[in-house]
């Protein structure tokens, strides 16, 4: 059986991304566990996927050969974006904090995810996409913890498991906070906090493949 990764990144930095350099580690842990794996690659930082609109989003509500043109490209993509994570058995998605909320990218790709007939079976009302292991990598500047001044508003972490809950997949989060540490003077003196949590989220992903002791 040939094992298969999908390695997903949405941040719009190339260069000093905290989101990619642990995305890129948790692949090679990956890899280390399954070195015959497969990994497939999309960079939603780069290429992001077009938002649903009015012209092709309704696709998803539209028998296929009732589609337009536009309905029919849309559902395409979607297909493919489905396929993507069926052919996976893990998955490694990044996602860095955005005005305290996800990537406009990753809401465009979870938006094509969640489709009838394909990923949710509408009947049933059950994801057809479980089973399948989903590593979520999330960086975010600040500190928003229990007891800080903006404990829960990373709408992120809460957000992603909803927004997947339809298609069955069931994401475990692995967070590196204070990022901006190193490069706000006025958060300075953060930095060992950073360079913990940081080390903590390092520890994490490198042990996301390990075999489960009893």
Avoid: C
């Avoid at 536009?70 to 994570?85: C, G, I, K, P």
């Amino acid at each position: 059986m040939t094992h298969r990764l999908l390695h997903i990144d949405s941040s719009i930095q190339t260069e000093g991304s905290i989101s990619r350099r642990l995305t890129a580690r948790a692949v090679d842990a990956w890899k280390a566990a399954h070195p015959d794996g497969e990994v497939t690659y999309r960079d939603l930082g780069a290429h992001p996927l077009p938002h649903l609109d009015a012209e092709g989003g309704m696709a998803r509500l539209v028998p296929p050969d009732q589609q337009t043109p536009a309905q029919a490209a849309s559902w395409a993509l979607t297909e493919e974006v489905v396929a993507e994570v069926q052919q996976a058995d893990a998955i490694v998605l990044g996602v860095p904090l955005y005005n305290f909320g996800a990537p406009s990218s990753v809401k465009s790709w979870v938006d094509h995810l969640v489709a009838p007939g394909l990923s949710v079976d509408y009947a049933t009302m059950s994801g057809l996409l479980g089973g399948r292991d989903l590593l979520v990598v999330v960086s975010r500047g600040g500190g928003f913890g229990p007891g800080t001044p903006k404990a829960g508003w990373d709408h992120a972490e809460s957000w992603l498991p909803h927004g997947l809950a339809m298609t069955g997949l069931e994401p475990r989060i692995v967070i590196a906070e204070l990022t901006m540490a190193p490069k706000n003077p006025a958060l300075a003196e953060l930095i060992p906090l950073h360079e913990e949590s940081l080390a903590a989220a390092e520890r994490a992903v490198d042990a996301a493949w390990e075999p489960a002791v009893a």
